[in-house]
C-alpha cells in the first residue's frame, strides 16, 4: 500500500522540520516547500493527499496558493 503524500508549505524551516519529522514518524511521506515556487514544482512533481499551508507566505498568500492547490490536483 502506498503512504499517503502530504505537502507542508511553510516560509519558516523550523516549521517545516517539525511538522516533517513528526508526520514522517507516523508513517506518512512527506515533501516540505518555503515559498511558492517550491510549491509548484513540488505539485509538478508528486501527488498529495493533504497540504498545509501557511497563510503568510513572503511571496504569495496562502489561501491564493490553495486555489492553486485545488486547481491542479483537486483530491488534494
Known amino acids: 500500500m502506498a503512504q499517503t503524500q502530504i505537502l507542508i508549505i511553510d516560509d519558516e524551516a523550523d ?3 517539525f511538522f516533517s519529522r513528526l508526520l514522517s514518524r507516523s508513517g506518512y511521506q ?3 516547500a ?3 515556487a517550491e510549491a509548484t ?3 509538478s512533481a508528486g501527488l498529495y493527499s493533504v497540504a498545509l499551508v501557511d497563510l503568510k507566505l513572503p511571496d504569495t498568500d496562502g489561501l491564493s496558493l490553495l486555489q492553486q492547490i485545488k486547481g491542479r490536483q483537486p483530491a488534494c
Do not use: D, F, M, S
Open 41 to 43: 514544482q513540488a505539485l
Open 15 to 17: 516549521v517545516c522540520t
Open 30 to 32: 512527506v515533501t516540505t
Open 34 to 36: 518555503r515559498n511558492q
